[in-house]
Nanobody, 119 residues
Framework: QVQLVESGGGLVQAGGSLRLSCAAS????????MGWFRQAPGKEREFVGI????????NYADSVKGRFTISRDNAKNTVYLQMNSLKPEDTAVYYC????????????WGQGTQVTVSS
């Protein structure tokens, strides 16, 4: 069982930056690829990006590529989402999720953290 807790959300002006953190419980954090998702009001959940178990080769949605960076610290059981050049359309609840080695879906989800970007 893995529990995920996001933090770092808030209100920021367009063009600003935020860094989200996702802290995981348990000793098997490094066994999971970690993804970030977001969901805006009235919209479906959207993939933001994913980082491998070792922290290499992050992949991003086109909508955030070049602005967002995912990293992880396996010693701290934490994954990060650095968000720069934020736009009002980035406003959403952001979720982290863990995907096991043999899983095709994400096994565990956090509760989400709100990010609001004002114009």
């Amino acid at each position: 069982q893995v529990q995920l807790v996001e933090s770092g959300g808030g209100l920021v002006q367009a063009g600003g930056s935020l860094r989200l953190s996702c802290a995981a419980s348990g000793r098997t954090f490094s066994s999971y690829a970690m993804g970030w998702f977001r969901q805006a009001p009235g919209k479906e959940r959207e993939f933001v990006g994913i980082i491998t178990r070792s922290g290499g080769n992050p992949n991003y949605a086109d909508s955030v590529k070049g602005r967002f960076t995912i990293s992880r610290d396996n010693a701290k059981n934490t994954v990060y989402l650095q968000m720069n050049s934020l736009k009002p359309e980035d406003t959403a609840v952001y979720y982290c999720a863990a995907r096991g080695v043999y899983s095709t879906n994400y096994d565990y989800w956090g509760q989400g953290t709100q990010v609001t970007v004002s114009s």
